[in-house]
């Protein structure tokens, strides 16, 4: 099974028409069996900017997507609607679905949103009763398949100068989804990837294994941060019954298109490498 994980796509001043255009070119290539897209699809909530995300999400190859909003996609001028209908216009033209869950053959995807249009303006928050939610669904799935969280908002900071705060109470969202058999967590908003386990962060339970944390950087926009300033990243996860194996992808302007930059490989929860 293949899902193609990108994030960030930001629609408005900083999508680069150019790079998505390669997006949309190579996807149909990598023969999805899964799309995630992990937040921040515009980068102001504005309806014509919603309208041109979904023209570019209904450019990709038809497979079962699933889409999180993103801080960005929560309006942060518009103060009335932000704290009466945060999320109106992302449920109108994007999905009304703010706790998606997919089941695939081999995987269960759930999504949750992390956006805190109350209590925070760019970090996120993850609240008990997502917790629940999210282990009431893992735990009716089958043992076999790949359980995988996906969130915008980081649970670990990336492992480099930046510094960026992850969410609150993170650690105890961590323990939880090892308790629930997670196996790996996409997300973004970092706006630079990162490819690791939770265990290089929080001890945790089950330190056995720990969960794979996939962090992916901005698929379409000029925001990239850190070792990614000006690149554009995205994932491809392919899932076998040993390993999980994580393609990183970057865009090069030299040749116009994204090629393969990194490959990292894990085994699945309770296998070894042979």
């Known amino acids: 099974m293949k899902i193609l994980h990108i994030s960030d796509l930001h629609f408005g001043p900083p999508y680069l028409p150019r790079v998505g255009q390669a997006m949309i070119d190579l996807a149909p290539k990598l023969n999805p069996d899964a799309i995630v897209v992990s937040g921040d699809l515009t980068q102001r909530a504005k309806r014509e900017q919603f309208v041109a995300a979904r023209e570019f999400l209904d450019q990709l190859p038809k497979c079962p997507m699933l889409v999180i909003p993103g801080n960005h996609d929560v309006p942060l001028y518009r103060v009335k609607e932000r704290l009466t209908d945060p999320l109106g216009l992302y449920r109108e033209i994007i999905t009304d679905d703010l706790a998606p869950v997919l089941k695939m053959d081999e995987a269960i995807i759930v999504g949750l949103d992390s956006t805190s249009p109350r209590r925070a303006i760019s970090n996120g928050r993850i609240v008990p009763s997502q917790l ?104 491809l996860i392919e899932i076998a019954s040993e390993t999980l194996t994580i393609t990183h992808h970057m865009f090069f302007d030299e040749q116009g298109d994204f090629a393969a930059l990194s490959r990292h490989q894990f085994p699945r929860h309770g296998r070894v490498f042979k």
């Open 132 to 235: 629940e939610h999210s282990g009431q669904v893992f735990r009716s799935a089958s043992p076999e398949l790949c359980k995988i969280l996906v969130a915008h908002h980081h649970f670990a900071p990336a492992p480099d100068n930046l510094r960026d705060n992850a969410m609150p109470k993170a650690k105890r969202a961590i323990n939880q989804f090892v308790d629930q058999g997670v196996e790996m967590i996409l997300g973004g908003h970092l706006h630079r990837a990162y490819i690791g386990n939770s265990l290089d962060f929080y001890s945790g339970n089950h330190r056995d294994r720990g969960i794979v944390i996939v962090q992916c950087g901005t698929t379409t926009s000029r925001r990239g941060r850190g070792r990614e300033r000006e690149k554009n990243s995205f994932n």
